[in-house]
C-alpha cells in the first residue's frame, strides 16, 4: 500500500474523477485504531485469555512417550491485515512456563518461556448480522443487504472459525519446540466459538424517538442498503497502517450496484491518473484515524438535489464529469419574473421639441440556471442574465435656421450575482452531520458591456442612468441546505463506545468530485453518548423552525462557545419565506386570556430566540432604545446601511396628487416589491443629497421617488407610517404623500404576509411589531434584575399591556372577518366543482383515519405471503372508514360545505396565528347557522348513506391502488435481487473453479487447505444463493397473485364509488329543491 497521503495530496490524485467503483459511501478505519478498539473489547469480555487453561501434550520420541504441561498466559491481541480479502494475522503476547511431567529426575519444575514469545493466529472477518450469537458467518466478498422494513445492524466481526496457529520466537522466526502443541492451541481457537465485532452499520436509527425525529426533520439522512468489506495491507518499510474499507449503498441510491471482490480483482481504492501505476491506498488522511468518501451521484442525487427542489429551485442538474476539478451543478430560480418599463419622454417649448427612449426589460429569473460549483472545502455560486437594450434621443428645432439632431446606441445589460458557500458542523457534538450556508446578496449586479452607437449634432450616446443606477433584488430563495446526516454510516463503531468525529468543518470537506470528509475515532463514555443522543433528537428538532445553530470549538475541553440567534436571524425569519411558524404564534401567545408572558416565552425557546436582548433592537435598527445613546425617534428613513424597505411592509392610502386620491398600494414585507393597480414594480434605494434614503420605482409610465417616514408612538411602543415624495407622470412632476391605511385587507397567498398586511395598522408593519417585541423583552429583562417595581419598570409594563391589548384587538378583528368570509362560504350555493373536490377533502379527511387503523396492525412482513394478515388490515381500515364517516357527517349536520370553510382559516392555522380548535368552532358555528328546514331535508334523505358509501369507496380505491403499488415495486426489488444473485453464483463459481485449481497445483499443504476450504466456501455460497433464487421465484409469483387479486377488487371498488357518488350528487339536488 502507498503510504498516507497529506489531504491536499489525496485531493490531488482525487481530482475530477470517481473512485468508488460504483458504490455510494466508502467509509475508511486504520489498523492502528481498530486495534485500540479490539483491545477495549477483549477487556470488556476477557474470555478468549482467560479460558486458556493448563494443558498437556504427549509425543513419541525414539519410542519413549513424553507429556509436557503448558501454562499459557495470553496478553491483549493486535491484528493486522494480511491480504486484500480479509485474511488477518492476530497476535497474542505469550508468557508462562511449562513442566516436563515425564521426567523423573525433576518432577514439577516449571521451565519458563523464552521473552517475548508470541503466538500469531491467521484468521479471517467475517460479516455477521444483528444477534453475532445467532448469525451465520459470511467472508468478506459477499455482499450483504439490509432488509428495510426493519432497523438492522451488519457487522464486521473476527472469528477462529478455521484459524492456523504458529508460535514466534524472540529472534521472529517459527518456534519449532512448540509444534507439538500448536494442534492443541489451534483447536482452542476453533472450537472457542469466540467472535469479537470490530465495527458496523446501521440502516436506521435504533432509538424510537430518535428515527421519529429524523423522520420529522428537513435532514437528510444517508441510510445503508447493502454493503461489502475490503482489507488493505499496511508497509512496515514506512510505518504505514493498514485499513478496513467498507463499501454501501444507499437507500433509493442511483447506482446500479458497486462491484465485489474477487480473486482476481479485489475491491480497493487506487486513485490517481494512470491506471496502470496506481498503488492501493487508503483514503485515510496523515494525522488522522477515519475518513468518509461520498460518491458524486449520491452527494448530489440524495443530498444537494432534495436540498434545491425543497428551497423552490427547479430542474437541479449535474454535470458530466469532464475536464474540471470538483462538483458542477446548476439550478434555476424559483419563478420571479422582472418587468421595468421602457422610457418614453417628450416636450417641447417655443419652436423645439426633444425626445428620449430607452427600452424596458421583461424577463423571469428562472430563465438562465444559476451555477453551483463544489470545489476544495467550500461552493461558488454565480448568476447572470444579459439584455441588449436600445436607447435614443432627438433634438429638433423649427425655424429659418431649424434643424433635427439624434442619437441613438445599444449595450448589453448583464444582471449577475456572486456567492460563496460554507460547511459547517451545525453541533460540534453532533459530528456526524454537515450543513452548508450560502449568503445570496441583496441585490443583483448591473454590468454594461459592447456599448455601441451614433450620433448626429449630438454627443456619442452613452447608456441611461436609469439603468446603470437600477437596482433589482436577488430572487427570494435561500441557498442555505438542509443538514446531511452520516451517522448511520459509521454509528455501530466498535465497542459502542467509539464515534467518528469529523475534523472542524470546513477543513473537513473536500470536494476532488467525490466528496471526501476526513476526521478521527474517538471514544466516548455512557454519559457523552447519551449526551450525544440528547443533542441530535434536540438538533434534529430545531431544524424546523430555524436556522442551524453554529457550535464552534471550544478553548478548553469544559467551555462550549455557542453563536446564538441574533435580531438579525428573528428578522429573516419574519421577512423571507422560510417555512416557520414563529410570527403566528408570537402573535396568538400575546393574544392569549391566561398568562400569555408564559405563552411567548414558550414560543422564543421553541424557535431559539429567548436570547436576544431589547437593545439588539435599536442597535441594528435605530429606533427606541432605553440606552440615551440610542433613545429618540431615529426614523429609518435617515440614510444608513440598515435600511431595508421591508420594514415598511404595509398598505398605504395615497392623499396626493388628488388624482390618486381614491388609489392605494402595498409594500410587501417579503419581497420588498411595491404593488399598485394589480401591477408589481421593483424598487430601489439610494441616500439622497437631504441624506434621507429615497426608494424608487417606475410604474405603468409613472415615475417615483419617496421617502418612507415612521414615527413612533411611545404609549403603545409602535409606529406609524407615512411616505412624501414625487411623481412624474407624461404632464409633469406632482407631490406623491399618503400614510399607513386603516383598512384592513389582504392579496397575498403567503401566511405570513396575510398576517402582516391583513390587519391594515399598528400591528401590521414590521417595525410595530419589532418595537413590541423589543418592549417584552426589555420587561422581562426588568423581572429578572428585579426593577420592575420601579417607576421606569412600570412605565414598560404599561407599554407592553397596551401593545397586547392592540394585538388583543386585532386578533379579534382577524378572527371576525374570518368568521364573516366563513359564514358566507357556507351560505353560498355550491358548483358542482367544488362538491366534487369537497367530497375528495372528505375522502382524504377519512383516509387519514383508516390509515390511522391501519398502523395499529403490525406492518406487513412481505416474505410471509399473509394474504390473511393483509385482509385483517384491509377490514380494518374499511371498518374505520365507515365510522369516521359515520362520525364525521353526523358532527357536521351533513354539510358538505364545511371543508370550505376550513379551506378560509388554512392560511392562519398553517402560520400558527390560529388553532386548530378555534378554526373548527369558527367553521361548527358557521355550519349550525344553516336553516332548520335544510337540515331536517338532509337528515331526512338518503344523501348521508350516499355520501359515506362512496367516501368508503374512494378510501377502498386509495389503499387499493396503495396495495397494488407495493406489489408492483416488490416485486421490482426482488426481480433485482435475483439479478444480483445471479451475478454472485457467476462469480462464486468462477471462485471455486480457481480456487480447485489453484489447490491442485499447491505443493504446501498448510496453503492447499487453505484453498481447499475457498473452493468449498464459494460453493456453499452458491447452494444459499440458489436457495434464495428458488425463495424469490416463489414470492414473485405470490406478489403477482396478490398485485392482480388487489387490481381486481380495485375496479369493483372503483365502480361502486362513482355510483354512490352519482347517487348522493343527485340525492343532494333533490334537497336543495
Request: net charge negative; proline share 5%.
Amino acid at each position: 500500500m502507498a503510504p498516507k497521503h497529506t489531504a491536499k495530496d489525496l485531493v490531488g490524485l482525487m481530482n475530477g474523477d470517481t473512485w468508488l467503483k460504483g458504490w455510494d459511501v466508502l467509509v475508511a478505519y486504520d489498523e492502528d485504531l481498530i486495534n485500540t478498539m479490539l483491545e477495549a473489547s477483549v477487556k470488556q469480555a476477557p474470555k478468549i485469555l482467560d479460558d486458556l487453561k493448563p494443558f498437556q501434550v504427549s509425543w513419541t520420541y525414539n519410542h519413549r512417550t513424553f507429556v509436557t504441561e503448558y501454562h499459557v498466559s495470553l496478553g491483549l491481541p493486535t491484528l493486522k491485515f494480511v491480504d486484500v480479502s480479509g485474511t488477518i494475522a492476530v497476535t497474542f503476547p505469550m508468557s508462562g512456563y511449562y513442566i516436563d511431567v515425564t521426567d523423573p529426575s525433576n518432577p514439577g519444575s516449571q521451565n519458563p518461556f523464552s521473552g517475548n514469545q508470541r503466538m500469531v493466529t491467521t484468521t479471517y472477518l467475517y460479516n455477521v448480522s444483528g444477534n453475532i450469537d445467532e448469525s451465520k458467518l459470511l467472508p468478506a466478498r459477499v455482499r450483504i443487504d439490509f432488509d428495510q422494513n426493519v432497523p438492522t445492524s451488519k457487522h464486521i466481526a473476527m472469528a477462529f472459525e478455521n484459524p492456523s496457529v504458529k508460535v514466534i520466537g524472540p529472534d521472529g522466526n517459527t518456534d519449532p519446540s512448540w509444534d507439538t502443541a500448536l494442534s492443541f492451541l489451534t483447536s482452542y481457537f476453533a472450537s472457542s466459538g469466540f467472535v469479537y465485532r470490530v465495527l458496523g452499520v446501521q440502516n436506521k436509527a435504533q432509538d424510537l424517538h430518535l428515527r421519529q425525529t429524523l423522520a420529522d426533520s428537513f435532514t437528510t439522512t444517508l441510510e445503508p442498503s447493502s454493503m461489502v468489506f475490503s482489507t488493505v495491507t499496511g508497509d512496515p518499510a514506512t510505518n504505514t497502517p493498514g485499513s478496513l474499507l467498507i463499501w454501501i449503498n444507499m437507500l433509493n441510491s442511483t447506482s446500479s450496484g458497486g462491484q465485489l471482490p474477487s480473486a482476481g480483482q479485489p475491491l480497493l481504492f487506487q486513485p490517481g491518473p494512470d491506471d496502470t501505476s496506481r498503488l492501493s491506498t487508503t483514503p485515510v488522511t496523515a494525522g488522522n484515524t477515519a475518513a468518509i468518501v461520498i460518491s458524486h451521484d449520491c452527494m448530489f442525487s440524495s443530498f444537494l438535489k432534495p436540498s434545491l427542489v425543497n428551497s423552490g429551485y427547479s430542474e437541479p442538474k449535474a454535470n458530466e464529469r469532464g475536464n474540471y476539478n470538483g462538483m458542477q451543478i446548476t439550478a434555476r430560480f424559483p419563478s420571479t419574473p422582472y418587468h421595468i418599463d421602457e422610457v418614453n419622454h417628450s416636450d417641447t417649448g417655443f419652436g423645439w421639441h426633444s425626445t428620449d427612449h430607452c427600452d424596458g426589460m421583461d424577463f423571469n429569473a428562472n430563465q438562465d440556471p444559476v451555477n453551483i460549483q463544489f470545489v476544495d472545502h467550500g461552493a461558488t455560486v454565480s448568476y447572470s442574465r444579459t439584455q441588449r437594450l436600445n436607447y435614443s434621443s432627438s433634438y429638433s428645432s423649427t425655424g429659418p435656421h431649424g434643424s433635427t439632431r439624434g442619437a441613438d446606441g445599444s449595450a448589453d445589460f448583464t444582471l449577475s450575482l456572486q456567492a460563496n458557500g460554507t460547511w459547517s458542523n451545525p453541533n460540534r457534538d453532533l459530528s456526524n452531520r454537515l450543513l452548508l450556508s450560502v449568503s445570496l446578496p441583496p441585490t443583483l449586479t448591473m454590468t454594461i458591456s459592447n456599448v455601441d452607437g451614433d450620433g448626429f449634432g449630438m454627443a456619442y450616446p452613452t447608456p441611461p442612468s436609469s439603468l446603470t443606477n437600477l437596482q433589482i433584488k436577488t430572487p427570494t430563495a435561500s441557498l442555505d441546505s438542509v443538514s446531511l446526516d452520516y451517522f448511520l454510516t459509521t454509528n455501530l463503531l466498535f465497542p459502542g463506545q467509539h464515534v467518528f468525529d469529523a475534523d472542524e468543518a470546513p477543513e473537513s470537506v473536500w470536494h476532488p468530485r467525490d466528496t471526501l470528509l476526513t476526521g478521527k475515532v474517538t471514544q466516548q463514555t455512557p454519559t457523552t453518548q447519551a449526551r450525544r443522543l440528547e443533542t441530535l433528537v434536540d438538533n434534529l428538532k430545531r431544524t424546523k423552525t430555524r436556522r442551524e445553530m453554529q457550535k464552534l470549538e471550544p478553548k478548553d475541553p469544559n467551555a462550549v462557545q455557542i453563536t446564538l440567534p441574533t435580531f438579525q436571524d428573528l428578522k429573516n425569519d419574519i421577512l423571507s419565506l422560510k417555512p416557520s411558524t414563529f410570527l403566528g404564534s408570537a402573535i396568538a401567545a400575546w393574544a392569549a386570556e391566561s398568562d400569555p408572558d408564559a405563552a411567548f416565552e414558550t414560543v422564543l425557546l421553541n424557535h431559539n430566540y429567548d436570547s436576544l436582548r431589547g437593545d439588539e433592537f435599536g442597535e441594528v435598527t435605530g429606533i427606541y432604545s432605553r440606552d440615551p445613546a440610542l433613545a429618540g425617534n431615529k426614523s429609518l428613513s435617515l440614510g444608513s446601511p440598515e435600511f431595508d424597505i421591508r420594514y415598511f411592509g404595509a398598505f398605504y392610502d395615497i392623499t396626493a396628487p388628488e388624482s390618486m386620491s381614491n388609489t392605494s398600494f402595498v409594500v410587501d414585507p417579503h419581497s420588498g416589491n411595491i404593488e399598485m393597480n394589480e401591477t408589481e414594480a421593483v424598487t430601489s434605494s439610494s441616500v439622497g443629497a437631504d441624506g434621507k434614503t429615497h426608494v424608487t420605482w417606475t410604474l405603468l409610465g409613472n415615475s417615483y421617488d419617496v421617502v418612507f417616514i415612521s414615527t413612533a408612538v411611545p404609549e403603545t411602543a409602535s409606529f406609524t407610517l407615512s411616505f412624501e415624495g414625487t411623481v412624474t407622470m407624461p404632464g409633469g412632476e406632482e407631490p406623491f404623500n399618503g400614510k399607513q391605511s386603516d383598512a384592513p385587507r389582504s392579496t397575498s397567498p403567503e401566511p405570513d404576509v396575510n398576517i402582516v398586511t391583513y390587519i391594515g395598522f399598528g400591528l401590521s408593519t414590521v417595525l410595530g411589531l419589532f418595537a413590541m417585541l423589543q418592549s417584552w423583552l426589555y420587561r422581562r429583562q426588568d423581572k429578572i434584575e428585579g426593577k420592575d417595581k420601579t417607576e421606569a419598570g412600570k412605565e414598560r409594563m404599561r407599554q407592553t399591556d397596551a401593545s397586547r391589548a392592540e394585538i388583543k384587538a386585532k386578533v379579534n378583528e382577524i378572527l371576525d372577518i374570518l368568521r364573516g368570509q366563513v359564514g358566507e362560504v357556507v351560505r353560498r350555493p355550491l358548483s358542482p366543482a367544488e362538491s366534487a373536490r369537497l367530497r375528495g377533502s372528505m375522502a382524504a379527511g377519512f383516509d387519514q383515519a383508516a390509515a390511522e387503523a391501519s398502523q395499529s396492525v403490525s406492518d406487513i412482513e412481505w416474505h410471509d405471503s399473509s394474504l390473511s394478515r393483509q385482509g385483517d388490515v384491509h377490514d380494518a381500515t374499511v371498518r374505520n372508514g365507515q365510522q369516521s364517516a359515520d362520525d364525521a357527517i353526523d358532527s357536521m349536520n351533513h354539510s358538505v360545505r364545511l371543508p370550505a370553510a376550513f379551506d378560509a382559516i388554512g392560511p392562519f392555522v398553517s402560520c400558527g396565528l390560529v388553532s386548530n380548535g378555534e378554526a373548527r368552532n369558527i367553521g361548527v358555528s358557521a355550519v349550525s347557522g344553516q336553516s332548520t328546514e335544510m337540515q331536517t331535508r338532509l337528515n331526512a334523505s338518503d344523501y348521508p348513506a350516499s355520501q359515506a358509501t362512496a367516501s368508503i369507496a374512494s378510501i377502498q380505491t386509495s389503499k387499493l391502488d396503495s396495495l397494488a403499488k407495493a406489489a408492483a415495486k416488490k416485486i421490482d426489488i426482488l426481480e433485482q435481487s435475483k439479478k444480483r444473485n445471479q451475478q454472485a453464483i457467476v462469480q462464486n463459481e468462477a471462485l471455486a473453479k480457481r480456487y480447485a485449481e489453484d489447490a491442485a497445483k499447491a505443493t504446501i499443504e498448510a496453503e492447499k487447505t487453505r484453498l481447499e476450504k475457498l473452493a468449498k466456501d464459494s460453493q456453499d455460497a452458491i447452494k444459499e444463493l440458489e436457495e434464495r433464487q428458488r425463495y424469490a421465484d416463489k414470492q414473485i409469483q405470490d406478489e403477482v397473485d396478490r398485485k392482480q387479486a388487489v387490481e381486481k377488487s380495485r375496479r369493483e371498488a372503483e365502480d361502486e364509488r362513482t355510483r354512490s357518488s352519482h347517487n348522493a350528487e343527485e340525492e343532494y339536488k333533490h334537497v336543495e329543491g
